[in-house]
């Protein structure tokens, strides 16, 4: 019975009115997905994600070939993409039975491994280079079809959409009940 009190003794939960992202303790390396600099990183990925969504199915439909200049600009927006993968193997989640953030690297790994990871890499390998290897500028139909798997990234903005979604209804939920 002990061992039981202690878990509840542990701050399973916040005290009534405090914010759960101020006292969250995680291991060292271990980024909190609530910790400000992190939100402010997936909001610079998500402007890269709308220009993404924006240029490539205009590369694909209108250009013959890339300059060297909008191939320079894909491989820095492909560079920030590879590094938010390797962030990802050290952000936090929240396991949905117990609602805590699991800060175990191993398990973090495997979550991220058997989920989005081989989506995510494939969407951020730079397939230019590989079809100029077979192609004079790299433009062929297989180049043009890997090349398409870049949209893949616009799941982050479905997510954001459906976090305001929830947020702004639970606001105006609030203040519904608040008038009665």
Not at 54 to 69: C, D, G, M, T, V
Not at 134 to 149: E, I, S
Not at 161 to 176: D, G, I, P, Q, T
Request: hydrophobic share 45%.
């Amino acid at each position: 019975m002990d061992n039981i009190s202690n878990i509840f003794h542990n701050d399973l939960l916040p005290s009534l009115g405090a914010r759960a992202n101020q006292s969250i303790k995680l291991r060292k390396f271990i980024i909190s997905p609530y910790d400000s600099r992190y939100r402010i990183w997936e909001t610079f990925l998500l402007v890269l994600v709308v220009y993404s969504a924006w240029i490539y199915p205009f590369e694909l439909a209108f250009l013959r070939h890339l300059s060297w200049k909008l191939f320079l600009v894909e491989n820095i927006v492909n560079s920030f993409f590879a590094i938010d993968i390797i962030l990802t193997f050290f952000l936090a989640y929240l396991d949905h039975k117990s609602y805590l953030l699991v800060d175990n690297p191993k398990r973090i790994a495997a979550r991220y491994l058997s989920s989005w990871f081989i989506l995510d890499v494939c969407s951020t390998i730079p397939y230019q280079p590989f079809g100029l290897l077979f192609n004079k500028h790299g433009n062929g139909l297989a180049y043009r079809t890997l090349n398409m798997l870049r949209l893949w990234r616009l799941r982050r903005l479905s997510a954001l959409f459906a976090r305001y979604v929830s947020f702004y209804y639970l606001k105006l939920e609030n203040k519904r009940t608040e008038n009665y």
